[in-house]
């Protein structure tokens, strides 16, 4: 008898349990792309050709278009690209695009955050060759080269600004403006010409510097 007192729940159930557990969902961000694996060479600048990458998101009311900013961690050298919208496949094509060029030493890995505008990530890796990691959740700090950029990109790309009235010459010509403003962290040369630098550095060393 003391076993049919279930009978008396409000449910009638022995077991308060939802009908329908929901899914958890499979991480789109491997665990073998964490931050944590990515070696020291890169973390602490010693290598060149590797870039962190980030969104910059505007004012709702000037709609969906936004920009990606790329920062190659050795130089500062600083991409931005215009964005219709938030979508995976159009803004990962759009960093493939700009960036696969670039012989490989340039272009060796990529940080990004676990925004779903990235998980596309995947594809990169298996069409250009360029490795991807991922900070930590909610850890911007992590990919503090990139937030610096944003921050001095800012000052021509605030929020309020209507980002869908700019063009692609006027974007790079943001970008060339951050490229060739001298640095004190790079002994006062410019980004661009701390990658030129760089650039030709590793390819003298590298038996195959044609692209990958």
């Known amino acids: 008898m003391a076993q049919e ?3 008396y729940l409000p449910l009638h159930r022995k ?3 939802p009908r329908r557990a929901r899914k958890r969902q499979k991480s789109k961000f491997d665990r073998d792309v964490s ?3 990515r070696p020291d060479d890169v973390a602490h600048r010693r290598e060149f050709g590797h870039w962190e990458g980030d969104l910059m998101l505007f004012e709702q009311k000037r709609g969906q278009t936004n920009a990606t900013t790329l920062v190659e961690r050795v130089s500062r050298f600083t991409m931005i690209l215009k964005n219709p919208n938030k979508r995976t496949k159009p803004v990962m094509g759009k960093i493939m695009k700009a960036i696969r060029d670039l012989p490989h030493v340039a272009r060796r890995s990529i ?3 676990r925004g779903s505008e990235f998980v596309s990530w995947p594809q990169m890796q298996a069409k250009i060759g ?3 990691w991922f900070c930590d959740p909610s850890s911007p700090w992590q990919k ?3 937030e610096n950029s944003n921050r001095r990109a800012r000052r021509w790309l605030p929020r309020k600004r209507d980002i869908r009235q700019l063009t692609d010459h006027d974007i790079k010509v943001i970008s060339d403006r951050l490229n060739n403003t001298p640095r004190k962290c790079l002994g006062w ?3 661009a010409e701390a990658f030129r630098e760089n650039m030709l550095k590793e390819m003298g060393r590298s038996p195959y510097p044609q692209k990958q």
Do not use: E, M, S, Y
Request: no cysteine; charged share 15%.
């Open 144 to 146: 503090g080269t990139v």
């Open 189 to 191: 040369k410019t980004p």
């Open 5 to 7: 007192l279930w009978w």
């Open 130 to 132: 360029t490795q991807t």
């Open 111 to 113: 940080t990004f955050d």
């Open 15 to 17: 077991n308060r349990t």
């Open 35 to 37: 931050i944590l694996f």
